[in-house]
């Protein structure tokens, strides 16, 4: 019999989704399963890209160019402006979903064996898409002790090799919520000049930042223009994760040729997607308003509802809408199985992501888990009492 690949073997299961068997079975008993473990928002869409989905007058759905849709490409241009963004719709390659922007940009760039240093916590394909390339991601650990700010410069100096060839950031982070200052993207720049490397940088969440300090683009970073790869998605901004539609934006135009032929090979992006995402781009500032300011109410909410449970702590995170839990637990991993397997208060349990899935480093994130706050608050005050009963119960607490 054959045997599979070893990049098979070595390629990691989701944390977000691993647990999804033992969710499926926790519902097949009867039991309400309360999903904090996955960014899917329960928002709706906006109406302009339902409406334009509803009225497709097409008589043939057809392959789009391999960039895709040129109309869609100049919408997404001018909705950068607004963040003083300067890129025009021949930076933009749009994408099947951020993840195969992401994909495509460690194709493009790098060989098999090449390193890419991460801070972690970080999100946990970006491991799988590395792997897909070949590639390696070294990591440069952050702590929940520091709210998972940027680690020293020092300790990313000292990861660089003949083989690193970039740095991936995400900001605002998955799965922390961390908001880059402009400082710490100062510091960043400064390395990716100093050695002549890619800066990564997934920008997903930047419509949801929670602080008085600005939103730093990787392309507000004078001196390393053709450096710069960002990562973008529709996903998250406009809750229509399924359309799967991202886009990768570079100046440097030798990665665009590159990333082109990986476009071509998979000829187009999804064409149902880029129309909805195109007129989803068009939707209302009352709408992105309220999208915001719900997210703004959930975190307060879900924040002071963890940090009132004993022996539970999270950071306020600024941006995004995760953050990372450290539990009275001795495993979470154990912790979230035990959750959904054996619990439920009320009829209730909570399905959350073992943090341990977000770190590379063995140990790290033992006691923590990620929580996605994309419930209506009533949800979430259900989590809330759910989880606190499962800890007072769980076999395997640690002292507070």
């Known amino acids: 019999m054959p045997t599979i690949s070893e ?5 990691p299961a989701s944390p977000i989704r691993k647990l999804v068997p033992l969710a499926r079975e926790a519902e097949q008993r009867g039991v309400e399963v309360i999903r904090l473990n996955i960014g899917q928002p329960d928002l709706p869409t906006p109406q302009e890209g339902l409406d334009a989905l509803k009225k497709i007058d097409r008589k043939i759905l057809e392959y789009s160019p391999s ?3 040129l109309s869609l490409r100049n919408k997404l241009a001018d909705y950068y402006h607004r963040f003083n963004i ?5 930076d933009i390659i749009v994408t099947t979903g951020g993840s195969e922007a992401v994909l495509f940009a460690f194709m493009a760039c790098l060989d098999p064996g090449d390193e890419i240093i991460v801070p972690e916590p970080a999100y946990a394909n970006y491991m799988a898409f590395a792997i897909s390339a070949g590639a390696k991601i070294v990591t440069v650990p952050s702590t929940i002790d520091q709210g998972f700010a940027l680690p020293p410069v020092a300790d990313f100096e000292k990861l660089i090799t003949p083989r690193t060839k970039g740095i991936l950031i995400c900001n605002p982070n998955n799965p922390t919520g961390y908001l880059y200052t402009q400082k710490e993207m100062n510091q960043i720049r400064d390395i990716v000049r100093k050695y002549d490397l890619f800066l990564f940088s997934d920008e997903v969440y930047r419509e949801f930042t929670y602080t008085g300090a600005p939103y730093i683009s990787a392309f507000h970073l004078p001196g390393i223009e053709d450096q710069v790869v960002l990562i973008d998605s529709v996903s998250k901004r406009y809750s229509e994760c ?5 886009a990768l934006i570079t100046k ?3 990665l665009k040729k590159n990333v082109m032929k990986f476009c071509q090979a998979r000829l187009s992006p999804p064409l149902l997607g880029q129309i909805v995402a195109e007129a989803s781009i068009d939707a209302s500032s009352e709408y992105m308003l309220m999208t915001y300011n719900e997210y703004v109410e959930r975190r307060k909410y879900l924040i002071d509802g963890l940090n009132r449970i004993p022996g539970c702590y999270s950071p306020i995170p600024m941006g995004a809408f995760y953050t990372v839990v450290s539990l009275p637990v001795d495993d979470a991993d154990r912790f979230c199985e035990w959750c959904l397997r054996e619990f439920e208060y009320e009829g209730a349990t909570v399905f959350m992501a073992p943090a341990s899935g977000f770190y590379m480093t063995p140990g790290m994130g033992r006691n923590e888990v990620r929580m996605a706050y994309v419930l209506k608050r009533e949800d979430l005050a259900r989590a809330l009492k759910v989880l606190a009963a499962a800890l007072k119960a769980y076999p395997g607490r640690t002292t507070e």
């Open 252 to 254: 440097n135009a030798e």
């Open 67 to 69: 960039e895709g849709l």
């Open 7 to 11: 990049r098979g073997q070595i390629m």
């Open 242 to 246: 399924g359309i799967r539609i991202g």
């Open 86 to 90: 300067d890129v025009t719709a021949d």
